[in-house]
C-alpha cells in the first residue's frame, strides 16, 4: 500500500512525469522504497484513475512530450490519512540470517564469501548516504535543511553502518569455526578425553 503514497509524496515535492519520478526513485526514495519503472507507471494510472493525481497541461505542442503530474485535493488528503495512521512495526526478513542459523546445522562453507559480498555492498550504499548527507545536509546549512528528510537518510546511515559492524564480527567469529580442529580438542559436548 505504501507505493501509491510515496509516489503522492514525490508529487507534491516536485510534479514529475513518469520517467522523472522514476530517476528520483533511483536517487533517493528508491533507498528505502524500490520500485521498477511499470511499477511507477502502473501506479500513476492507478492514481489518476482515483482522482488523487492529474496530468498537467502542457506549455507546447503535446507530440512528444512526457506528461507531468501533479497531485489533486483528494491526493493530498490521502497521503495526511496515511501519515497519521499507526501501524506496527514489521519483522526484519533477513535471508542471509536465515542462512547463519542453517549453517549453525550443516556448516559454514561458502558463507565467509557471502558475507564477504554484503559487507562489500553495505559499505558502498553507506558511502553513497554520506556523500548524499555531505552534499544535502552540510552542517553549516543544518538549520535550514529539511529535518525530516535528514532524518529519514540518517536511519539509512543507521541501518548501513550495524550491518557493516555486524557483517565484519560475524566474519571474525566465523574464521575461528572454519579453523581445523586438533583430535584432542574439547568439542562441544565436552572434553575429547574425559578421565
Given at each position: 500500500?505504501?507505493?501509491?503514497?510515496a509516489i503522492l509524496t514525490a508529487l507534491l515535492?516536485?510534479?514529475?512525469?513518469?520517467?522523472?519520478?522514476?530517476?528520483?526513485?533511483?536517487?533517493?526514495?528508491?533507498?528505502?522504497?524500490?520500485?521498477?519503472?511499470?511499477?511507477?507507471?502502473?501506479?500513476?494510472?492507478?492514481?489518476?484513475?482515483?482522482?488523487?493525481?492529474?496530468?498537467?497541461?502542457?506549455?507546447?505542442?503535446?507530440?512528444?512530450?512526457?506528461?507531468?503530474?501533479?497531485?489533486?485535493?483528494?491526493?493530498?488528503?490521502?497521503?495526511?490519512?496515511?501519515?497519521?495512521?499507526?501501524?506496527?512495526?514489521?519483522?526484519?526478513?533477513?535471508?542471509?540470517?536465515?542462512?547463519?542459523?542453517?549453517?549453525?546445522?550443516?556448516?559454514?562453507?561458502?558463507?565467509?564469501?557471502?558475507?564477504?559480498?554484503?559487507?562489500?555492498?553495505?559499505?558502498?550504499?553507506?558511502?553513497?548516504?554520506?556523500?548524499?548527507?555531505?552534499?544535502?545536509?552540510p552542517a553549516e546549512r543544518a538549520d535550514t535543511?529539511?529535518?525530516?528528510?535528514?532524518?529519514?537518510?540518517?536511519?539509512?546511515?543507521?541501518?548501513?553502518?550495524?550491518?557493516?559492524?555486524?557483517?565484519?564480527?560475524?566474519?571474525?567469529?566465523?574464521?575461528?569455526?572454519?579453523?581445523?580442529?586438533?583430535?584432542?580438542?574439547?568439542?562441544?559436548?565436552?572434553?575429547?578425553?574425559?578421565?
Amino acid at each position: 500500500m505504501s507505493l501509491p503514497h510515496a509516489i503522492l509524496t514525490a508529487l507534491l515535492e516536485k510534479p514529475s512525469s513518469g520517467l522523472e519520478l522514476t530517476r528520483r526513485f533511483d536517487k533517493s526514495i528508491g533507498f528505502f522504497w524500490p520500485a521498477t519503472h511499470q511499477q511507477i507507471y502502473r501506479e500513476l494510472g492507478r492514481l489518476e484513475a482515483s482522482g488523487q493525481i492529474r496530468a498537467l497541461q502542457p506549455d507546447g505542442p503535446v507530440r512528444g512530450q512526457k506528461k507531468e503530474y501533479e497531485v489533486l485535493p483528494d491526493g493530498r488528503a490521502e497521503l495526511a490519512r496515511w501519515t497519521a495512521e499507526g501501524a506496527d512495526p514489521r519483522a526484519v526478513r533477513e535471508p542471509l540470517l536465515l542462512r547463519l542459523r542453517a549453517a549453525a546445522v550443516v556448516g559454514t562453507d561458502g558463507l565467509a564469501a557471502e558475507l564477504e559480498r554484503h559487507l562489500a555492498v553495505h559499505r558502498e550504499q553507506l558511502a553513497d548516504y554520506r556523500q548524499i548527507e555531505r552534499r544535502d545536509f552540510p552542517a553549516e546549512r543544518a538549520d535550514t535543511g529539511n529535518r525530516l528528510q535528514h532524518a529519514v537518510l540518517r536511519a539509512g546511515i543507521g541501518l548501513e553502518t550495524f550491518w557493516v559492524q555486524w557483517l565484519t564480527e560475524t566474519l571474525d567469529t566465523l574464521e575461528p569455526l572454519d579453523a581445523p580442529t586438533s583430535p584432542d580438542a574439547p568439542t562441544p559436548s565436552g572434553p575429547a578425553n574425559p578421565s
